[in-house]
Every structure is written in structure tokens, then in C-alpha cells.
């Protein structure tokens, strides 16, 4: 089988396997009594639903339409597959979806309408928008996309973005404010070539305007050539790009631009074309999957051109991932009437600063980089930035405010910032970010029982991915002693939950832990969470908040005075409840000595192997959570056991934290 029927089927596997598609809708509130179901159905129900007849407003404050967004498609422009109807494109609507979720913390409702008319498709959005903060058009063909857009901002309330046309603008719109700046060119100055005339195109032609470029300066082309005055085949939109010009053909356009903005098709940029662009060019070739020159060539034929793809395996993708979820975001926390022009420019700019700012190691670990920073190679931002939804939202929200568009203004700027901050922790981003990590040294892993089914097909998505390199074993056994600084064996477990990742200690080993062998699970859980490249923030659990006189809180209460004494560096504090360490909002005033003030434990130390196996077993039986490990500590090779009955994702995710051992073993 080869590489594209390995992805078809996994693609087709991945979509139907447990509950079909990729989404589903959550309860919020407690629905397990009678007294729960007589509050959210009736007769409880009937007083939200007057006070929001009495003050419209009140929608806001007692459903869930302010953090909603329809994710609207009728399936005429789906990717690079063209018209294949509304039913066909659902899976690039769910999977929209899980972008605004994953990123934003913005939840969807996926809506596809089988319906081409322009003007019906309008009144089918107008008369179901009530129901929604917010409208994101995806996948609508031009030019109707244009009318459908405009007409739906001018009469309706709530932000309306039609994302394929925006999102492609403001990223490479922010790249090309970078790129600018590095060759050293003036936008008013400079001729920029636009190859492309669909939504995307006219979108971002736009916005460079809107930037500063000089409308004169740009030549935009079609499938037929250089759109010129000479020309009499020209829709409305086209016309209103037509340039007096002797221009013909792609290659005419060429001939002294400073700028090449591909949205076409590929190959279609050959390197003659490129060579006659001036010194420094700057080449957006964003076609997908294959862009209008490949990078390698481009790079061969130009050492000085400053290149952008749409593509991840390349420096500067312009992905649209950089901008829709934050966008809505800033907007939704503001009941923004709309997305305005000033909103959009905010989040061009704030974009292109992020990418002048220092890069955080989370991100450079995402990445496989040792370093990255602003350049040629590193124009825009990378999506897996977590600075991206406070940076982008705060912008925008800022803008809508500055515009007169926003209708719930931000006063506490610091505690906005702190919910974004919040709302970034409930994604997997860090499984991904250590499966990154782990590519950048190949690693040899060694897995047994390699007869079993679910053992070989992680084996081979390990080596796919490029993980590590698998070896399968069967039988043969062998002993591995403890380190000596250890003294004893461990096991951690990583919790991947909706408030971010979560680790347990000890839930697999000692069962029942002295106030010793505590210290020695805080410092070496400490060093795996650091090794991820995460900041280690410890409770010692115990029933009581620092006032416990039974054995169990005494022995954590030793612990973390062993440890304040000799590790002070370490945020570590105990014995406390579980629910005061979970807690950001801990309270000053009943312990404002605690070192977990105002900060969320994310590494819950338990006083014995009952209480921490059961409870990681609990959360993931109660709420889902995914889980990892167990990861051993204080052996003397890395070497971590399965848990029977270990999903495939299960052992692929534990065979990259092997990897990332061995790495920080040496």
C-alpha cells in the first residue's frame, strides 16, 4: 500500500471510528437531579426566556450565543475540490470547528446549506443568526461569496467573516509588512504581482492597499493574464483592479516587481520569472497543497528571495489557523457589532510584532528549532504559539472598542489576559509540542509483546511520523536497576485535561511513600515536567491546608520543608486540599504564605499510591481525561511498561515520552 492509500485509509478510519465525525455538543450545567432538570427544561426555563423577551441583551447573559460561531458553507468552493455540495463539505466544517475549539475555546455549531442563490442563501443565514455570536462563511465560490458577505454585515448585528477571503489576507498581510521591513523596501513604493483573481486574491490585494501599497503599483492577473483596461471579459470585482498597461502574460508582470502573491496554481512561477525580480524579492506562493514555485527551487534560484508557503513543512506558512480563532475571539469578548477594517489591520499588526518578540522555548520545542527569531526564515509566527490568543485577541478587542463597534468594552485589561490565558490550557497542543521534540534526535525504541496488533500499528504510526526508530521484541527479559541518586523507582502519570496538562506522583510504585521517598518523587517529577518544557507548579495532597496533625499531613509537611530548606527554586507547597491547589483564585487572605498564590498546581503529589492511582483513574473515567503513562523515574535506562489494554494513541504517546528521555539522558 502506498503513502496516499495509507492516508486515505487512515483518513476514512480516523473520521468513522467511536462516535462519528470529529465534534459533539457538552452539557455545562449539572443535569444529574430533578431539581437540575426542572432549572435547565421547565418550568425553570421560562425565566431566562422572560427576562430575555423583557431585555434582548440578555441573551448574553443566560445562553450560550456570546461564545458561539455558525461555521457556514453551501459547499461550491471546498478546498481544492472545488463544488461537491453541502453534505460532501461537512467534514471541513466540523474540522473548522475543532480549529475555533482547539485554539480559541470557541464553540461551533457546523451549518451546511444546500442552497446557490446568493440572495436565498442571505435569508436562510439572516433567519437563523439569533442563534449565534458570531458568523464564519467558509468554502463559498466567488463572486458570490462577496455579495453574500457584504450583504449579511450590513443587516446583521454580530461579526460576520467570510475566512477564506479574510484569514489568507491579514496572515500574509502581516508577513508581508516583515518581509518589507527585512529587504528594506518602502509598501508605497514597491510593485507588487498578484496571481489570482478569486475571493482570497481581491481579499488581500486589499488589505495591502489598506497598508499603505499604492493601488497603481499592483498588477493583478487571472487564468487569462494581466487584468489591463484593454480587456473587455472583466466582472465588477476584476474591473475594479484593471491597470492601463501593456502587460500581457504572467511573465510581462514580472519584470521589475518587488513582490510575487500566489494564490493560484502550482508551478506556474518559473525561475526566468523570479530572476527578473528585483534585488530581495519577496515570494507568497500560498497554492495548496502545491505552491506556484517549489521552495527548494526558489531558494536555489534566488539566495536573497524571502519566501512564505502555504505549506507546514516549510519556513512561513501562511496559515489562516494564525487569525480566525483569535479574530472571533477578540470580537465575541467585546459583542462587536461587526469585523471591521481597524480589526482586521490590528491583527495584521499584532502578528507581525509577535514575530519581532523573542520566541519561547514551548515554541521552539513545537518545532524542532534550537532558535528562532526574526528573519528571513521567520516572518510570521508559528500556530502553535500560545502568545497568539492574548497578542491577536486583545488587539482586536482593542480596535473594536477604538471603532465604536464593541457594545461590551474590556476594563480590566490584566484579567482579560488572564482568561485568554486560561482558555489557551484546553487543547492537546502538548502532546504534539513533545512529539516534535522527540523527531529532533532519532531515537532507537525498543517495544515488546510485538506480536500484539495494537503494539505493531503504533509501532508503525512511530515510524511514519518519525518518532523514534522501532524495534519490535518478544520475550527475552532483562534487569534495569534504579539511578543512585533515586533510590527508588516511581511512575508518573500525565493527564491531558480541558484546563491543560495535569501530572500525578506517585500512581504506579511505592505504595506507601516516607517523607523521604516524597522528596524524591517532587524532584524528579519536577525534572520530567521541565523536561517538557513546562514550569513545574507542586502540591503535596493531603485532606487538610497546612494545619494537619495525623500522619499523613505530617509526612507532607516534612517534605515540602525539606524542600523550601534545600531546593528554594522550586514552586512547591502543602499540605493542602486538592481543591485549594487546583484553584488559580486560591485565597491571599486564608494563606497568603502559600507559594501556590494566584497560581493553578499543575503536579499533584499524592501521600500514597492509593489515593494517586485512584484518582487519576476517576478523572479519566468521569471526565475523560486522556492519559499518559505510567512514565517510570529513577531507573537507570528509560524504560517505561504499558498499561494493559493500551489504546494505539496510548502507545504511541508513551513512546515519545521515552524518546524524550533518552534525549535528556544525555
Known amino acids: 500500500m502506498n503513502e496516499d492509500e495509507n492516508l486515505k485509509k487512515d483518513a476514512l478510519l480516523y473520521h468513522s471510528s467511536g462516535r462519528k465525525g470529529k465534534i459533539e455538543v457538552i452539557p455545562t450545567k449539572g443535569h444529574s437531579t430533578q431539581r437540575d432538570l426542572a432549572l435547565a427544561y421547565s418550568p425553570g426555563v421560562a425565566e431566562p426566556c422572560k427576562a430575555i423577551a423583557e431585555h434582548v441583551e440578555k441573551v448574553y447573559d443566560y445562553t450560550a450565543k456570546g461564545n458561539l460561531v455558525a461555521v457556514i458553507s453551501n459547499g461550491t468552493a471546498v478546498l481544492g475540490l472545488g463544488d461537491i455540495g453541502p453534505e460532501a463539505s461537512k467534514p471541513v466544517m466540523e474540522g473548522k470547528g475543532l480549529l475555533f475549539k482547539t485554539f480559541a475555546d470557541i464553540d461551533v455549531f457546523d451549518i451546511e446549506i444546500n442552497e446557490k442563490d446568493p440572495k436565498k442563501f442571505i435569508e436562510i443565514v439572516k433567519g437563523i443568526a439569533p442563534t449565534f455570536g458570531g458568523i464564519n462563511l467558509e468554502d463559498i465560490k466567488a463572486p458570490e461569496a462577496f455579495e453574500i458577505e457584504q450583504t449579511l454585515k450590513e443587516e446583521l448585528n454580530i461579526p460576520v467573516m467570510h475566512d477564506d477571503q479574510h484569514g489568507t489576507a491579514i496572515i500574509s498581510g502581516a508577513a508581508l509588512i516583515n518581509a518589507l521591513s527585512i529587504a528594506k523596501k518602502n509598501i508605497e ?250 523527531r529532533s534526535t532519532k531515537k532507537r525504541i525498543v517495544l515488546n509483546n510485538g506480536e500484539d496488533i495494537k503494539m505493531i500499528k503504533a509501532a508503525q504510526i512511530i515510524q511514519d511520523e518519525n518518532i523514534a526508530e522501532v524495534i519490535l521484541l518478544g520475550d527475552k527479559k532483562q534487569v534495569i536497576g534504579a539511578q543512585e541518586s533515586a533510590k527508588k523507582v516511581s511512575g508518573l502519570m500525565m493527564l491531558l485535561t480541558k484546563k491543560g496538562p495535569l501530572f500525578f506522583a506517585d500512581t504506579t510504585i511505592i505504595v506507601d511513600p516516607d517523607w523521604k521517598d516524597l522528596v524524591r518523587i517532587a524532584r524528579m517529577t519536577a525534572k520530567v515536567v521541565r523536561g517538557m518544557g513546562l514550569m513545574p507548579r507542586m502540591a503535596m495532597l493531603s485532606f487538610e491546608n497546612f494545619s494537619g496533625k495525623n500522619e499523613i499531613s505530617v509526612k507532607m509537611a516534612k517534605a515540602v520543608e525539606f524542600l523550601h530548606q534545600h531546593f528554594p527554586e522550586m514552586i512547591v507547597d502543602g499540605e493542602v486540599q486538592p481543591d485549594f491547589a487546583l484553584n488559580i483564585d486560591n485565597s491571599m487572605e486564608d494563606f497568603p504564605f502559600s507559594k501556590l498564590h494566584g497560581k493553578a498546581a499543575n503536579v499533584l503529589i499524592f501521600p500514597n499510591l492509593a489515593s494517586g492511582n485512584l484518582s487519576y483513574k476517576i478523572l479519566r473515567g468521569i471526565e475523560g481525561a486522556q492519559t499518559i503513562g505510567p512514565i517510570l523515574m529513577g531507573l537507570n535506562k528509560p524504560v517505561h511498561i504499558l498499561q494493559m489494554h493500551s489504546s494505539v494513541e496510548e502507545i504511541v504517546n508513551l513512546a515519545t515520552i521515552a524518546v524524550l528521555d533518552a534525549q535528556l539522558r544525555k
Open 189 to 438: 513604493e514597491v510593485k507588487i504581482v498578484v496571481n489570482g483573481a478569486g475571493a482570497a486574491a481581491i481579499a488581500c490585494t486589499k488589505i495591502y492597499v489598506s497598508l499603505g501599497a499604492n493601488p497603481n503599483h499592483i498588477l493583478m492577473c487571472d487564468s487569462k493574464g494581466v487584468i489591463s483596461t484593454k480587456r473587455e471579459d472583466l466582472n465588477e470585482e476584476k474591473k475594479s483592479f484593471a491597470r492601463d498597461t501593456n502587460d500581457v502574460t504572467l511573465e510581462d508582470a514580472m519584470h521589475g516587481a518587488d513582490v510575487f502573491i500566489g494564490l493560484s496554481v502550482a508551478d506556474c512561477l518559473t525561475p526566468e520569472m523570479l530572476n527578473s525580480m528585483t534585488e530581495n524579492p519577496i515570494v507568497f506562493a500560498m497554492a495548496n497543497p502545491n505552491p506556484e514555485i517549489d521552495y527548494n527551487l526558489a531558494i536555489k534560484t534566488r539566495k536573497d528571495v524571502i519566501m512564505a508557503t502555504g505549506r507546514s513543512d516549510f519556513p512561513n506558512q501562511v496559515n489562516n489557523v494564525l487569525g480566525f480563532p483569535f479574530i472571533f475571539r477578540g470580537a465575541l469578548d467585546v459583542r462587536a457589532i461587526s469585523i471591521n477594517e481597524e480589526m482586521k489591520l490590528a491583527a495584521v499588526k499584532a502578528l507581525a510584532d509577535l514575530a519581532k518578540e523573542p520566541v519561547p522555548e514551548m515554541v521552539l520545542m513545537a518545532y524542532n528549532e534550537d532558535n528562532l527569531s526574526f528573519g528571513r526564515e521567520y516572518i510570521i509566527p508559528k500556530p502553535f504559539d500560545n502568545r497568539l490568543i492574548t497578542k491577536v485577541s486583545m488587539a482586536v478587542a482593542q480596535a473594536a472598542m477604538e471603532s465604536g463597534v464593541a457594545q461590551y468594552p474590556i476594563k480590566d485589561w490584566k484579567r482579560y489576559e488572564e482568561q485568554l490565558l486560561a482558555r489557551s490550557g484546553k487543547d492537546h497542543k502538548l502532546i504534539r509540542m513533545l512529539q516534535n521534540r522527540a
